[in-house]
């Protein structure tokens, strides 16, 4: 079973620029779908970003045009690029794999947008 830890989230300024990783303890060569989800107080668990092992990849609307999602194969890290971050993001982050032996979810990393 993998295990992700996620990592580069903190307090920005509206307008600012993060970028979250999420490292897996082996290989995500063969993990089909990896994706970073957003929480907020009081709000459901949401999908922020999707990436497929072929290198297609999703977004939400809020976040279309604003983040970009990655993956390094030979790194065994996913990436979460964050640019015109808005007090909206604001979120704990969660990296989760979906793959034929499970459902991982890291442990979160907060972002917070604030002036």
């Known amino acids: 079973q993998v295990q992700l830890v996620e990592s580069g989230g903190g307090l920005v300024q509206p307008g600012g620029s993060l970028r979250l990783s999420c490292a897996a303890s082996e290989s995500i060569f063969s993990i089909n779908f990896m994706g970073w989800y957003r929480q907020a107080p009081g709000k459901q668990r949401e999908l922020v970003s999707l990436?497929?092992?072929?290198?297609?990849?999703n977004y939400a609307d809020s976040v279309k045009g604003r983040f970009t999602i990655s993956r390094d194969n030979a790194k065994n890290t996913v990436y979460l690029q964050m640019n015109n971050l808005k007090p909206e993001d604001t979120a704990i982050y969660y990296c989760?794999?979906?793959?034929?032996?499970?459902?991982?979810w890291g442990q979160g990393t907060q972002v917070t947008v604030s002036s």
């Open positions: 990436i497929i092992s072929g290198g297609s990849t």
């Open positions: 989760n794999a979906k793959y034929q032996l499970g459902n991982v």
